[in-house]
């Protein structure tokens, strides 16, 4: 095979990559749109002890139905520390529309729907990191949530918490905490774990320095929550939405994938990118790739 038709094949499929990934662009921005979580669910996974219980929460599974629906594949969750979430997705479908790229990692749309995610339903601002992928010869694609602290602190933590943390300046113990706020010892015991998790307390259930300044400092700190209905109460509206943008985006890039491959000319596909760039930031990205491949 000469060189010629190794870079034709390579071209056509990044005009149908280009589609996909315009249809998986619309269909991110649907769903991130009309995903907004109440954080009192938020609060549920974010006070979970290992991944067995954050893999159970509501807001977990809705989230992988969400992504699922979306079309970057199955998350599961691999690690839940405070300011840390790990995903992991096996056979990404991203990968396989980068069929070309060996050694290097691809998914930066799936990347950026968790940061979306993260950021405006959940109210958690960070940073996502693809850190392992298929593409660059990993088992499978694994994507790290970095999340500011602050936002972590603020939410996690509710007014029971806050008043757990002053009976405990005051010298009271669990018992005597449980028949103050009308709880079983056991979720006094509960909390205070939590608040240990989140270094408010010492492994002798002492206030920290973190806890004495988020004492001194945290007060009025989400005092005023919104409540509203949980996104997965009205997952056909979501499903549809996602459908409605996808057909849409589909609509647009029809031309491009009924195109015969005979057609397809280096120029065409160097416009083709260039029109994307203006307006889609993972089109752009391709079109980077597309350049680099053929200067190799
Ligand atoms: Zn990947």
Redesign the pocket.
């Known amino acids: 095979m000469g060189n010629h038709s190794n870079e034709f094949s390579s071209f056509a499929e990044t005009i149908s990559s280009l589609g996909t990934l315009t249809k998986l662009e619309s269909a991110v921005s649907t769903a991130i749109k009309t995903s907004r979580v109440p954080p009192k669910e938020t609060r549920k996974l974010l006070k979970c002890m290992n991944i067995q219980e954050a893999g159970n929460t509501a807001l977990f599974q809705f989230m992988r139905d969400l992504f699922s629906k979306v079309g970057v594949g199955e998350l599961e969750i691999v690690r839940n520390d405070i300011f840390r979430f790990d995903f992991a997705?096996e056979n990404?479908p991203?990968?396989k529309l980068y069929p070309h790229v060996k050694g290097k990692?691809?998914?930066y749309i799936?990347a950026e729907s968790l940061s979306q995610f993260f950021s405006k339903d959940l109210g958690l601002p960070g940073t996502v990191e693809?850190i392992?992928?298929?593409?660059?010869g990993?088992k499978?694609?694994?994507f790290a949530v970095s999340l500011q602290p602050l936002a972590v602190y603020q939410l996690a933590l509710d007014d029971v918490d806050k008043s757990i943390i002053e009976s405990i300046m005051d010298g009271k113990n669990s018992k005597q905490m449980a028949d103050a706020f009308d709880m079983s010892e056991d979720e006094a015991l509960f909390r205070m774990n939590v608040l240990k998790r989140y270094k408010i307390l010492s492994d002798s259930y002492e206030l920290t320095e973190i806890g004495e300044t988020y004492h001194k400092y945290g007060e009025g700190m989400g005092s005023t929550e919104e409540d509203f209905q949980a996104p997965w109460k009205d997952m056909a509206r979501i499903s549809g939405a996602i459908s409605a943008a996808t057909s849409f985006a589909e609509a647009f890039t029809e031309t491009a994938d009924e195109e015969p491959l005979w057609d397809v000319k280096e120029k065409d596909i160097v416009n083709l990118a260039e029109e994307a760039k203006k307006s889609k930031s993972f089109a752009e990205l391709l079109s980077k790739q597309v350049k680099s491949d053929m200067e190799e």
Request: charged residues 30%; contains cysteine; glycine residues 0%.
């Open positions: 997705i990404s991203v990968c990692k691809t998914c799936t693809e392992a992928c298929c593409n660059a990993d499978r694609c694994e």
